[in-house]
């Protein structure tokens, strides 16, 4: 089965069982579930939570309760502005500046309290949290279809701030994971921790890509993220 298929039959079920929450329709999007503060409770258990001083999560509302116990556990966290579309493409949020967390950690009130960095200004990124369409016990991850959250791993590889063994994680109602054999793309990012309500998956998925594959990106897409015009520049330099 294909991604697309799996992603509206997902859409439609969270929605058609009521288990999707706002924003509504969860169609086009990272769903929102209940159930999303449960699953971010066994996550903050892992030991790549425990040894994690940097986080990039993504800014859908699945994954705001993990965002708000990251800056709550002294985390700093990264969240990318949309579409990268920003020569600064990455919002920074301090746990030693940011006032009043549960607002600086929704999609509205990062803007407001969030640092714009470039990927050369940041450290190096202990963990990352993925918001999930659906993913399989093996780790493959089926995104909303734009392929921004693979792409910022990328980014981020090509400056040494990810590898391979960088955890990454989900956070994902029960019926999210699917039992579909799903083909891996060399610029695919896997998930190594599936985490919902009731259990916790730890996978052998690897699948990590090792930078940005230049050949999948058109003229249009690079005009519209100005981070990899200049990394272009740099290694045509």
């Known amino acids: 089965m294909d991604k697309p298929t799996i992603r509206e039959r997902i859409w439609d079920a969270l929605e058609q069982s009521g288990e ?20 971010a409770r066994p996550l ?6 425990a040894d994690a001083r ?20 002294g ?11 920003d020569e600064k493409p990455f919002l920074e ?3 030693a500046e940011v006032s009043d ?11 407001d309290h969030g640092v714009p960095v470039g990927p050369d200004e940041m450290p190096e990124i202990d963990l990352i949290v993925s918001g999930s369409v659906a993913v399989t016990e093996d780790g ?9 959250s693979d792409l910022e791993f990328a980014v981020l590889r090509e400056l040494d701030l990810v590898t391979d063994d960088t955890p990454t994680a989900t956070t994902v109602h029960g019926m999210q994971v699917v039992d579909e054999d799903v083909d891996i793309e060399p610029h695919d990012v896997s998930m190594d921790l599936i985490v919902t309500p009731e259990r916790t998956i730890r996978t052998e998925a690897g699948g990590k890509p090792a930078g940005i594959d230049w050949s999948l990106l058109s003229e249009e897409r690079l005009d519209e993220i100005p981070v990899l015009r200049r990394l272009e520049g740099e290694i045509e330099e």
């Open 20 to 39: 999707a929450r706002f924003p509504f329709p969860p169609h086009g999007r990272i769903p929102n579930f209940a159930g999303a503060d449960e699953a």
């Open 44 to 49: 903050a258990d892992r030991p790549e939570w």
């Open 54 to 73: 940097t986080v990039k999560a993504n800014p859908d509302a699945p994954q705001l309760p993990v965002r708000r116990r990251a800056l709550r556990a």
């Open 75 to 85: 985390k700093t966290l990264y969240m990318a502005q949309p579409r990268l579309r």
């Open 93 to 95: 949020l301090d746990p």
């Open 101 to 111: 967390i549960d607002e600086a950690t929704t999609v509205s009130g990062v803007s």
């Open 140 to 148: 493959a991850r089926i995104g909303k279809g734009e392929g921004y």
